[in-house]
């Protein structure tokens, strides 16, 4: 398996919390991203970063916020959590020098009550 | 706008069979990738195999091997002599340059149960 690392693996939160999902990768790769993916269904691009102090917003509309100050971590931010947010959350890694094949974590199972 | 389609949402086959999942994509570009992950219940989403657009020859990886049409933009996958640890949500993905950056495009999952 990939070495990218998510935390928590699930984590259940009552409304209007801030919280802090976290992502890391030890393969040294300059490109990482942020997937939401409802159950049994496709996966959205939220978030994605080139590199250190490069973030960019993905396709799906997201109220979250991410940050790339290591290139190793980019950790996902929801100020203010809704019930609308409950969802799987799919960190992934690549490197151009590998073709821009992502790797992905294991995913943090989000439920906001 | 590049669209990936799995036509089928569920399948179902038994240990020892072939099974062929279906993927349709849509785009005008003329270099990118396909690939097809694999989901396993309350697991990590793993790559089971990649497509070059530019190469002919279809991808193996042992047990698994991908039909691609270029021309018909399809790129199915097959599994022979199925077996149990194949069982798993298999998404189709296409990456390519999506506004001026390359991005993976999903299609919608096909649900692959192998029964004993």
């Known amino acids: 398996e990939a070495d990218i690392y998510q935390t928590p693996r699930y984590l259940v939160i009552g409304t209007g919390k801030k919280i802090t999902l976290e992502c890391s990768q030890t393969?040294?790769?300059?490109?990482m991203y942020w997937y939401q993916q409802d159950p049994g269904m496709e996966l959205h691009l939220i978030h994605y970063?080139?590199?250190?102090?490069?973030?960019e917003k993905g396709d799906l509309s997201s109220e979250s916020t991410v940050s790339r100050i290591r290139t190793e971590h980019f950790p996902l931010t929801l100020e203010s959590a809704r019930p609308s947010h409950t969802s799987q959350y799919l960190c992934?890694?690549?490197?151009?020098?590998?073709?821009?094949?992502?790797?992905f974590g294991p995913g943090t199972r989000l439920t906001v009550t | 706008a590049q669209t990936v389609t799995q036509s089928q949402p569920e399948m179902s086959v038994q240990e020892a069979e072939t099974v062929t999942l279906s993927c349709t994509y849509d785009t005008s570009e003329s270099n990118y990738y396909l690939f097809w992950y694999k989901q396993p219940p309350s697991r990590q989403m793993i790559l089971v195999i990649r497509?070059?657009?530019?190469?002919?020859q279809n991808a193996t990886e042992n047990r698994f091997s991908v039909n691609f049409q270029k021309a018909a933009k399809s790129f199915s996958l097959k599994i022979s002599d199925s077996q149990l640890g194949d069982t798993a949500m298999y998404f189709c993905?296409?990456?390519?340059?999506?506004?001026?950056?390359?991005?993976?495009?999903f299609g919608q999952g096909t649900r692959l149960t192998i029964n004993p």
């Open positions: 992934a890694s690549s490197h151009r020098r590998q073709g821009d094949e992502q790797y």
């Open positions: 497509q070059e657009a530019y190469k002919q």
């Open positions: 393969m040294g790769h300059d490109k």
């Open positions: 993905a296409f990456m390519g340059r999506i506004q001026g950056a390359q991005k993976l495009v």
């Open positions: 970063s080139y590199g250190v102090n490069s973030t």
